[in-house]
């Protein structure tokens, strides 16, 4: 496995503002993920971030509020836009190894947002 | 609805017990995956199953894939404080565009 980093490790923000998560990786990986974990609730799959192009959203999730870069292989970025309380969570970023299946995805420590 | 039912949501036991937690799905899983999550963690991936019926063993845990694969358990035996934790399983399934689904999760406490 790879040794994955996140930051902010938390952080707390008012209304309206913009918060960017970057997450690294020691070493290059195939696939790279941004997943939402709401208090008390499960994963939910945001996008998934395209090395050199856009990423792909999930239902329920737009550009516009999640906008994600991923300008190589090992370091993407998800911001969470114009953010309200509801946006409040955990953000996690995962992998892929190189010969893995893309099933088995290890996750960064997360990012715990809350939004006043 | 969720996709991947978990049973049960919490469980509370003393230090050398046993449990098993159940993953159910009414859908079939080409592979399914469990994690536990320590507070401040990411989740941490225990084992992948592939195969019906496969059974794998991680040191006290004991994982199991249902023959149809639509479901799975985790059996911990000789449980101790720390295996405290969340415990996910997380599936990949066709008839979700095999794309990586998670259940709800088991709290697990285990008291010294």
């Known amino acids: 496995s790879a040794v994955i980093s996140q930051k902010p490790s938390r952080d707390i923000c008012q209304r309206g503002t913009s918060l960017t998560i970057q997450c690294q990786v020691d070493?290059?990986?195939?696939?790279m993920f941004w997943y939402r974990q709401q208090p008390g609730q499960s994963l939910t799959l945001i996008a998934t971030?395209?090395?050199?192009?856009?990423?792909?959203?999930e239902s329920g999730f737009v550009i516009d509020k999640f906008p994600i870069s991923r300008p190589n292989l090992t370091f993407s970025t998800l911001t969470v836009s114009n953010m309200s309380p509801e946006d409040s969570s955990i953000y996690l970023c995962?992998?892929?190894?190189?010969?893995?299946?893309?099933?088995?995805?290890?996750f960064g420590p997360g990012t715990r947002l809350t939004v006043t | 609805t969720q996709l991947l039912e978990q049973s049960p949501q919490f469980l509370s036991i003393q230090e050398g017990e046993n449990l098993t937690v159940y993953c159910n799905s009414s859908?079939?899983?080409?592979?399914l995956q469990w994690y536990r999550q320590e507070p401040g963690e990411g989740p941490v991936l225990l084992v992948t199953?592939?195969?019906?019926?496969e059974v794998k063993k991680l040191k006290r845990l004991t994982f199991q894939f249902g023959d149809a694969r639509k479901d799975s358990s985790l059996h911990i035996t000789a449980a101790q404080p720390g295996d405290t934790g969340l415990y996910l399983c997380?599936?990949?399934?066709?008839?979700?565009?095999?794309?990586?689904?998670f259940g709800a999760g088991t709290i697990l406490r285990v008291k010294s």
């Open positions: 995962s992998v892929v190894m190189p010969g893995q299946s893309s099933y088995e995805q290890y």
């Open positions: 070493s290059q990986v195939t696939m």
């Open positions: 971030a395209n090395q050199g192009s856009e990423a792909t959203y």
């Open positions: 859908s079939v899983f080409s592979s």
């Open positions: 199953v592939v195969t019906g019926g």
């Open positions: 997380a599936g990949a399934s066709a008839e979700y565009g095999n794309k990586l689904v």
